[in-house]
């Protein structure tokens, strides 16, 4: 049989991210992203290899868009598209791993939007355009939550009465589970030790950011809750604050629940503390030139890490290693150093050569030698989608 082709499929309300994967190969055949959709402004950016073209499709919506995809999808593919895989947000306790889609599985998503409102009928919208336009085609959800379905209940639960539990579903639920699922099946492989039989921390930081305790392949805590709020400093989310906050500034400012979201989501993290940018490239460079805001920034962004990692370490029996990845975690030898320069305690030290080494998809160790394991491992959240999508298939 030859190498099958999976279109992974991303959604958010205006805009569709694509990848065609193919299982053979290492880079993706074609890539991009429809955006604007539903405005005058809607385009189709895709690149194929060093090729990279755009069509504008004034006004089009979620179902247009995809459908001026498909033919680029099939002549990339040679005719030959096996399934595509969906990118949902919140499985809810309903989906502890990926899923067909059919009549049965959409409604559960459809009933678990209310815990996602922003991000599951966005989702749905790709979902429902996908399977009218490719009715032949086997379609895959996978959820970002769902690896997370393995957390104990002492983990999982809030100190709150528990009728929110029980009859409004309010516990932690966890994000990111592709990419934590992906990186630390790839650490196993990389130290040579069988994936159910490693425990590992990770810290997924990218505009996101999060962390995890993983044992034995499953997760057993991570930083994000009932939503991809809580736990650590991001681009423009507060992470964790004091929970009496929204009332404190709705008594002492007048401020609706609207806008205490809006600037914990939109206006805090990395953007509030430094008043320049949400990104990080920007805040290393104006930390060189000594801006005070960029540098509080960082410290805190790093501290804050140390911190919710020290404290995912409780849901581990031994640790083979911690692992950065994300766009920062990747790329950021100042974060990964500063970071860990707040985890003597747990032995960790850094090999200043190695970790200025791996960089821009550049895997590998960077620990000093003699000191517990850190790796750099270049997440690939399309491909664990794909290779979802054909596990299911086969
Ligand atoms: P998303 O969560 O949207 O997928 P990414 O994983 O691409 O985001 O991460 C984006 C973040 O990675 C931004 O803060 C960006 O500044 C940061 N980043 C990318 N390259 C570097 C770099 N060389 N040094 C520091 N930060 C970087």
Redesign the pocket.
């Known amino acids: 049989m030859s190498a099958r082709n999976i279109l992974v499929i991303n959604c958010g309300s205006s805009s569709i991210k694509f990848a065609l994967v193919n299982e053979a190969e290492e880079q993706f055949p074609l890539s991009g992203l429809a955006e604007r959709l539903g405005s005058p402004e809607a385009v189709l950016h895709w690149q194929q290899g060093e090729h990279k073209d755009s069509l504008v499709i004034a006004g089009a919506d979620h179902r247009l868009a995809l459908s001026h995809l498909l033919p680029i999808v099939q002549r990339v593919a040679d005719g030959q598209l096996h399934g595509i895989g969906h990118r949902v947000v919140h499985g809810g306790e309903h989906f502890s791993g990926a899923c067909r889609l059919d009549d049965v599985s959409l409604l559960a998503i459809r009933q678990v939007a209310p815990l996602a409102p922003l991000h599951n009928p966005a989702n749905l919208l790709g979902i429902e355009a996908a399977m009218k336009l490719f009715p032949s085609l086997v379609q895959v959800a996978v959820f970002d939550t769902a690896f997370h379905q393995s957390l104990p209940e002492h983990a999982y639960r809030y100190a709150v009465p528990e009728a929110l539990y029980r009859d409004h579903g309010v516990r932690r639920y966890g994000f990111h589970g592709t990419s934590h699922r992906y990186v630390s099946q790839k650490a196993a492989e990389m130290s040579e030790l069988p994936s159910d039989g490693s425990s590992w921390l990770v810290a997924h ?4 950011c999060s962390t995890c305790a993983i044992e034995n392949g499953h997760s057993r805590d991570t930083s994000m809750g009932l939503t991809p709020l809580e736990g650590l400093v991001m ?1 423009t989310r507060s992470g964790d604050v004091d929970p009496n906050l929204h009332s404190h500034l709705a008594r002492a400012l007048g401020w609706s629940l609207e806008r205490v979201d809006a600037m914990l989501n939109k206006e805090s993290g ?1 953007l509030g503390l430094s008043g320049l940018s ?5 805040l ?1 460079q104006a930390r060189e030139q000594g801006h005070a805001g960029a540098t509080l920034a960082i410290e805190v962004f790093c501290y804050r890490l140390a911190k919710s990692l020290a404290s995912m370490s409780c849901a581990l029996q031994r640790l083979d290693g911690l692992i950065f990845t ?3 975690g ?3 030898a ?2 990964r150093s500063k970071t860990l320069d707040h985890l003597g305690l747990l032995g960790l030290k850094l090999d200043a050569q190695a970790n200025a080494r791996c ?2 998809g550049i895997a590998g160790a960077i620990h000093a030698h003699g000191h517990p394991r850190v790796l750099v491992v270049p ?1 690939n959240e399309e491909r664990q989608i794909a290779l979802d999508t054909l596990a299911l298939l086969d």
């Open positions: 930081l990218g505009n996101g681009g990395l949400n990104d990080m490239r920007a290393e994300g766009g920062i990747e790329n950021s100042l974060i960089v821009r997440t």
